[in-house]
């Protein structure tokens, strides 16, 4: 059975930093597409990053704009985790971030895995 564990979630005032991490197991997902999507209150779920599997066999990173130059999404296959490091954090990045991860290359549509979410609250 495919997890997603989330953990590094918390509190932190605006201007701050977190990195959130997630672990998978069940089946590797090398080769396959890993990142992270968020959902604030009231709000639906919005893509926030993703690593996808290129044909020149390495991982490209996709970022939402509302984040780019802030957030940073990397991959270690040999932990079959996922990585998201947030700096110049502001209170509209409060949210629950869920970790997902596909079958295929990359995501087209809705992820195949969902974690449980880890909760991220920014201070003003």
């Known amino acids: 059975q495919v997890q997603l564990k989330e953990s590094g979630g918390g509190l932190v005032q605006a201007g701050g930093s977190l990195r959130l991490s997630c672990a998978a197991s069940g089946r590797s997902f090398s080769s396959s597409a890993m990142g992270w999507f968020r959902q604030a209150p009231g709000k639906d779920r919005e893509f926030v990053a993703l690593?996808?599997?290129?044909?020149?066999?390495?991982?490209?990173?996709d970022l939402a704009d509302s984040v780019k130059g802030r957030f940073t999404v990397v991959r270690d296959d040999a932990k079959n985790a996922v990585y998201l490091q947030m700096n110049r954090l502001k209170p509209e990045d409060t949210a629950v971030y869920y970790c997902?991860?596909?079958?295929?290359?990359?995501?087209?549509?809705?992820?195949?895995?969902w974690g449980q979410g880890t909760q991220v609250t920014v201070s003003s």
């Open positions: 690593t996808s599997w290129t044909a020149g066999s390495t991982y490209g990173a």
């Open positions: 997902v991860a596909s079958r295929w290359a990359t995501i087209t549509t809705t992820p195949d895995y």
